[in-house]
Each structure stands twice: as structure tokens, then as C-alpha cells.
């Protein structure tokens, strides 16, 4: 079974710009999470989608924003960049059948973002 | 808010040592605690969970404990090998998200 893609691994964006992350699950897994991950900080949670809806939302600004497909590939978008978004962003399957985190998270390599 | 603490930032162990993280959590309504795994390049991999209704669980050379009345719950690897160097995250449940904690690097010297 194919683990968690997503694309694209690296990407370089000046401030002010906008840039979406793509994710892709592990077949038959229905919510996707995202989390942003920075030295020192841990995983912060930014949101995590199932069945094509939001349902649960970090503390984050509405510059980042996401959604899911019908297909559970989700994306992740953050508008007017800033240096401090500068990260690497981890999108998470699991096989949750309502949704929340109280089952494994099969982790992808994430996407590193650099802001200049 | 609530959150997760994790100590130490930084183990460094003889192999075939015991190393210890602990991690504290603040809400008193979590109820599952897992441990995850990164290394260099990946993202975080499970290593073993724990849930509130249990104190102890073992997975070959992993353990994990937790103290609910204390709000604190530690990863314990024995007999440690090279390949178990890597990034270490507690993380606990608040409502319907994980908080984690801000990890552990742990470096085993040959």
C-alpha cells in the first residue's frame, strides 16, 4: 500500500505571496490533518478535514486555509506570506471513521517551505 | 492554553543504555497518548499509544507509562541500538486535536 504523498517537497516564495501544499492519502483513509512544524516547536495542528469538511481547526490565521477533495486528497493553501511561515508542513492520514485524533497518523515527508 | 511539555530537549545514551523521555499535559479530559518517531527527512512515524483506561503498555523493547493522576506519561527504550537515534514527540489529546510536545533528540553513542 502506497504511504502519504505530498508534492511538492521543496518550494521557495517570496513575502506576499500565496502557495498550496498538495497532499495525498494513503488509499481508504478518509481525514487528512496538517500540521507545521518549525525547530524547536513541535508539530502545531492546523487543521484536519474528513469527508471533504473541516472538522477541526487549530489556532492559526485565516491566511491558512484548506479543503479536501471526494477523492481525500487534500490541499493546503497560505496567502501573504510571511518569513515566519517559513516550515516544513506535514500532512497526516488515518483511517478514522468519525473523524479526531484517537487513531495512528500515518505521517507524509512533508513540504519545506522557505519564505524570502 | 493547554499544552504538552517534554524533557529533555536533548538524551544522549551509551548503546545498550535505557533512555527515558517524559512529558507532562495540562488538560485532564486527554485520553490518548502517542509517542512518535522521525527521523532525519521523514515525517513522525507511531511508535506505541496509550490510552487513559491503561497505566502501562509494552511493545518489545518500548515501553510507555502513564500517571493520570500526576498528568505525566514517559517513553522507556531499553537496551538501545544505533538506529534508534532519531527525533522523539509525546503528544496528548485536548478536545478533537493532538498537542504536542516540542520533542526529544536522542543520540546513542556507539
Known amino acids: 500500500k502506497a504511504g502519504v504523498t505530498q508534492t511538492p517537497r521543496y518550494l521557495i516564495k517570496t513575502r506576499g505571496q500565496q502557495v498550496t501544499l498538495s497532499c495525498s492519502p494513503i488509499s481508504g483513509h478518509r481525514s487528512v490533518s496538517w500540521y507545521q512544524q518549525t525547530p524547536g516547536q513541535g508539530l502545531q495542528f492546523l487543521f484536519e478535514?474528513?469527508?471533504?469538511?473541516?472538522?477541526n481547526k487549530g489556532n492559526f490565521p485565516g491566511r491558512f486555509s484548506g479543503r479536501q477533495f471526494s477523492n481525500s486528497r487534500s490541499e493546503m493553501n497560505v496567502s501573504t506570506l510571511e518569513l515566519g511561515d517559513s516550515a516544513l508542513y506535514l500532512c497526516?492520514?488515518?483511517?478514522?471513521?468519525?473523524?479526531?485524533?484517537?487513531?495512528?497518523?500515518?505521517f507524509g515527508p512533508g513540504t519545506r517551505l522557505t519564505v524570502l | 492554553g493547554e499544552n504538552v511539555e517534554q524533557h529533555p530537549s536533548t538524551l544522549s545514551v551509551q548503546e545498550g543504555d535505557s533512555a527515558v523521555i517524559k512529558c507532562t499535559y495540562s488538560d485532564s479530559a486527554s485520553n490518548y497518548f502517542p509517542w512518535y518517531k522521525q527521523e532525519l527527512g521523514k515525517g513522525p512515524q507511531l511508535i506505541i499509544d496509550?490510552?487513559?483506561n491503561v497505566g502501562e503498555k509494552k511493545d518489545q523493547r518500548i515501553a510507555v507509562t502513564l500517571n493520570k493522576t500526576a498528568k505525566h506519561f514517559s517513553l522507556h527504550i531499553t537496551e538501545t541500538q544505533p538506529e534508534d537515534s532519531a527525533v522523539y514527540f509525546c503528544?496528548?489529546?485536548?478536545?478533537?486535536?493532538?498537542?504536542w510536545g516540542a520533542g526529544t533528540k536522542l543520540i546513542i553513542k556507539p
Open positions: 478535514y474528513f469527508s471533504e469538511t473541516q472538522r
Open positions: 503528544a496528548a489529546t485536548v478536545g478533537h486535536q493532538l498537542i
Open positions: 496509550i490510552r487513559s
Open positions: 497526516a492520514s488515518s483511517f478514522s471513521p468519525s473523524g479526531g485524533p484517537l487513531n495512528e497518523q500515518f
